[in-house]
């Protein structure tokens, strides 16, 4: 009886009139579950889907959001079904780039922290297991950790050492050197 503009555009029917034909000759791809729902309609059912993969006679596949509801002449009787169809196959392809670009982040962060990881635990045998002493020194507070061998070079606690100036570790007048 009626169709929009916009579903027109939608369904890339502009060129067709299709005022008085049955929507099944518009669309003869429409699969039978399809169909069933738009029985089920035209005895009172309301229905609706919110994405719903629509596969075109051309090959094309479209997604749909829609919903179908009966329409109700003066008598209160069924006269035929309303449809709003809303074709939303660029948002699909938007939120699939999106999770496919997710996807693809997650999968890089987990292969860097991987990385990371092997080299912070590389770094950590060569901080713990060195024969030469290794400070970790931030130039305003202080150290921040020693290894093994400069706790007993020095002969103190590894543990005590954070917070502690470098140059309290030596003498005065080496101290100014340092």
Not at 39 to 61: M, N, V, Y
Not at 100 to 127: N, P, W, Y
Not at 130 to 136: A, E, M, N, T
Request: hydrophobic share 35%.
């Amino acid at each position: 009886l009626a169709a929009s503009r916009r579903f027109l555009t939608d369904y890339r029917l502009n060129e067709q009139t299709i005022i008085g034909r049955h929507h099944y000759d518009v669309f003869p791809e429409i699969p039978e579950q399809t169909r069933e729902i738009n029985r089920r309609c035209l005895q009172g059912a309301i229905e609706s889907r919110e994405k719903e993969p629509f596969l075109r006679a051309d090959g094309t596949l479209d997604w749909v959001r829609w919903e179908v509801r009966p329409w109700y002449d003066s008598h209160g009787e069924i006269g035929g079904m309303i449809l709003f169809s809303e074709v939303i196959t660029d948002r699909v392809k938007a939120e699939d780039a999106l999770r496919e670009s997710h996807d693809l982040l997650e999968q890089r962060v987990h292969e860097r922290t991987k990385a990371l990881e092997k080299t912070t635990h590389r770094l950590e045998a060569i901080f713990n297991h060195s024969g030469d002493g290794i400070v970790l020194l931030n130039i305003h507070d202080g150290l921040q950790q020693v290894n093994h061998a400069f706790a007993e070079a020095f002969g103190v606690e590894a543990s005590d050492c954070p917070g502690t100036s470098l140059t309290s570790y030596f003498e005065p007048d080496q101290a100014a050197q340092i």
